[in-house]
């Protein structure tokens, strides 16, 4: 179903249109996922004041809400962007960082979900299972499950909430109207790095933005994450210089690249 | 103007004597900063609680005053730090980031020029265009002028406010009342990473805090950033590998790199 | 006192066991510690709103606390989630950053100190003296003092609230029941990059997290941070690179540069 040229022609658009993305994101990787936007190609922001939110949102062409490390200000701050994201039209994308860990987790993702009606949702297994059972419980922020597990629970989700669901891990899996997408690449050094989960997000945000089919926004940007992750794991001794060459990748990825790597069914 | 043999003096200075430089900055850059003014020679501080900014700006030779993810508690706390500062005579920077972007955030710089007073701004020019009239409004955080739009903006500026103004861009103009610096460093990888204009807040404090001349110390801390960020840039085949590079540039940097660099008027 | 073997014995256990480290930390070195978590081998999450910290403690195996950007809502969740994991039986760490450099950040450390009684309290000499007495002050977060003169304060804490003192600097002083350690690994570089103190405190939570002897997860902590930037320093002509190699370090580190490197009494 995924075609390379189609990868491309978004990654494309990014960089010639550089859509501004408004991030209401966590401590641990806001300083990341404003360095991959840019290297895609887009132009992030970072702002989370309930007296901005809206102004800012209704500015950009994507909404990401990343509940890394999330507070009741905050929560208040992420509807109030993404309910005016979405009376404007715009794609709306969620990060349910660790849901499932602790009540208030899992009761602030399912606020969003109610009151924001994510249009993408991506996670692990075990974050998206915590969405719609009660046994997906992961060990902190780090999934207990494989992504396979995660499909029915994804599909219950897209159902639900109208939405794409993406569940990451060592194979992608995107559950939309569009169908299933399976995407392969990627490498295990890159569960070492903090922040490449919320990274992942991020560049969604970006990838919905130049293209109105989300599901395909949202297979394409995990296709450009898992081959610029190979691509810098291959020049990497360790997660320290992984996070300097994807960078690197981002921002020089080529046609031939994604040609030549792209795994996905 | 601009002397290689000056701006190669306070960098010995700064290592030297290491002062100390209180920031009260944004989520995204603090980790960047702080690291630019280690490499630089200075010692950083981050300190934002209002219990304790006035006590730390008192401890500090110059305060630097970011507005990246500004909300009221923040503000509240660089009023404080700032006034504090300037009460014992020392430094404020002040980075307007993406004002004219939302209403809080142009009340907000409004509000520190009017409380404060500070001894530097530095901004891109639709952040300094947007404090004086209202037109400039950038796309969120970045620019959508070059720094020459600015420089009427920072004129009127630096008149007002008996400040002086730095428009950073591919061509950073320095406003004040020793006259009109123009630096010509620097390379088009540098905006691809975040931070990096907050990074030169950061460094022109470092450089006012071993010089009382305040158009002197703002140029020379912009001759710095955009002679590192060559040096960088050269080794760098993307904006990942050139934010290592431009720390041990900044470590690392010798007379001979200002002296044959420097492009100045 | 301090063996290769054991030290070795304890960086397996942690890429055996992956333990998770609950951080309530500051903002400049979140991102740097939960990297350094996750490349030593443990499993990093960071969480801070009052409403959830309990339970996150209670799923954690060690739970470190970090003054850095201190204000008082995060305060009061590190007491809450100090006192969790003490109720649990779980190991505490402590990192009293900038401790006398205001009465503010003086006052919530002695008030941790009480409420908690943290099992492992690290810092630099300034920071521990200013714990027991008066004339500690530290220049903004540096320390004023190498880690000897910390010796007696560390002497007085460490038997004062029954708990292990890592006095950090040039050489490492680690007293506890146990009895002293000196670790003499480590690189002039390291206090160049910010953030490497916070980090020294982290992975004392991951080896405190698999080694009940107190004292010695202290030390070994603190060796391996000392090994992995000596290793890192060898290879970086600045402190932008330092931080690459020393994550690649962590992640790499093999018995033979423990066996080879350890230098400590």
């Known amino acids: 179903m995924l075609k390379a040229s189609a990868v491309w022609h978004d990654l494309q658009q990014i960089r010639l249109e550089s859509p501004l993305v408004h991030n209401i994101t966590n401590y641990v990787a806001m300083n990341t996922t404003a360095n991959a936007l840019l290297a895609v190609g887009a132009s992030p922001v970072m702002a989370h004041a309930i007296e901005e939110v809206e102004e800012m949102a209704a500015l950009a062409r994507a909404v990401v809400l990343n509940l890394g490390t999330l507070s009741p200000p905050w929560i208040d701050a992420m509807v109030k962007a993404g309910m005016k994201a979405k009376q404007l039209g715009r794609p709306v994308i969620l990060d349910p960082v ?76 995107v559950v939309g109207q569009g169908g299933l997408a399976r995407i392969s690449n990627g490498h295990p050094l890159m569960p070492k790095v903090t922040g490449l989960g919320c990274t992942a997000t991020a560049l969604t945000g970006a990838f919905a933005a130049v293209n109105p089919s989300l599901t395909a926004a949202a297979a394409h940007a995990m296709a450009v994450m898992g081959i610029a992750g190979e691509l810098a794991a291959e020049r990497s001794p360790g997660p320290g210089s992984f996070q300097v060459h994807f960078l690197d990748a981002l921002h020089q990825l080529q046609e031939a690249d994604v040609v030549q790597r792209l795994r996905a069914s």
């Open 98 to 173: 660790g849901c499932g860990a602790t009540r208030f987790r899992t009761t602030s993702a399912k606020r969003l979900l109610l009151e924001v009606s994510p249009s993408i949702i991506r996670g692990n297994a075990s974050e998206i299972m915590s969405l719609v059972q009660a046994d997906g419980a992961p060990k902190g922020v780090d999934s207990t499950h494989g992504s396979e597990d995660g499909l029915k629970a994804a599909k219950i989700l897209a159902e639900r909430y109208h939405c794409v669901v993406t569940v990451s891990g060592a194979v992608d899996l």
